[in-house]
T-cell receptor, first 115, second 115 residues
């Protein structure tokens, strides 16, 4: 298979605090992982591309200092939402594709609620 | 500017009949297309994909057709089953030298299979 996990599955935090979300590829190595965000009744929007051992590439309009991405190993990428605000409340989903394949396999998502 | 469009927010089909979900794209640089199935509060599940060098790809009950000149693709599900009820997302990508880029998603079509 191609299993991707995320942790935590949901988190509630207070405004101004930081939250870290982990994305792991469980049965394959992923040199590239992707982070998406989905607002209610909206589509998934690509936030950034995470490359193992190098800096992430952010999409236009996504603040790199607010959404810190670290891809420290071939099976783990983390997204840290810094100084979270209520407007950051969303469903965050990561994905990865196996080497030489173009299909992306998604994690189960993380529901972030900022109060 | 939405580069991937799914113009039908919902579609209702009787069990056993064919479900046809449509998708249009505007970016001629897209050369790889995917369909995903998604339930609320879960990550998307990969269904089927097609490269721009093909016009049809089939996998069990799922067939994807690509019309490059019209920038249009469709997903056919036959026969439709109650378990197919979900939101279906069309996604597009550009395959670069090192692998696929992040995906651009449509807004999704909610498929409802009626018994």
């Amino acid at each position: 298979g191609a299993v991707v996990s995320q942790h935590p599955s949901w988190v509630i935090c207070k405004s101004g605090t930081s939250v870290k979300i982990e994305c792991r590829s469980l049965d394959f190595q992923a040199t590239t992982m992707f982070w998406y965000r989905q607002f209610p009744k909206q589509s998934l929007m690509l936030m950034a591309t995470s490359n193992e051992g190098s800096k992430a590439t952010y999409e236009q309009g996504v603040e790199k200092d607010k959404f810190l991405i670290n891809h420290a190993s071939l099976t783990l990428s983390t997204l840290t939402v810094t100084s979270a605000h209520p407007e950051d409340s969303s469903f965050y989903i990561c994905s990865a594709n196996r080497d030489f394949l173009y299909e992306q396999y998604f994690g189960p998502g993380t529901r972030l609620t900022v109060t | 500017d939405q580069q991937v469009k799914q113009n039908s927010p919902s579609l209702s089909v009787q069990e056993g009949r064919i479900s046809i979900l449509n998708c249009d794209y505007t970016n001629s640089m897209f050369d790889y297309f995917l369909w995903y199935k998604k339930y609320p509060a879960e990550g998307p599940t990969f269904l089927i994909s097609i490269s721009s060098i093909k016009d049809k790809n089939e996998d069990g009950r799922f067939t994807v057709f690509l019309n490059k000149s019209a920038k249009h693709l469709s997903l056919h599900i036959v026969p439709s089953q109650p378990g197919d009820s979900a939101v279906y997302f069309c996604a597009a990508s550009q395959i670069s030298g090192g692998g696929a880029d992040g995906l651009t998603f449509g807004k999704g079509t909610h498929l409802i299979i009626q018994p």
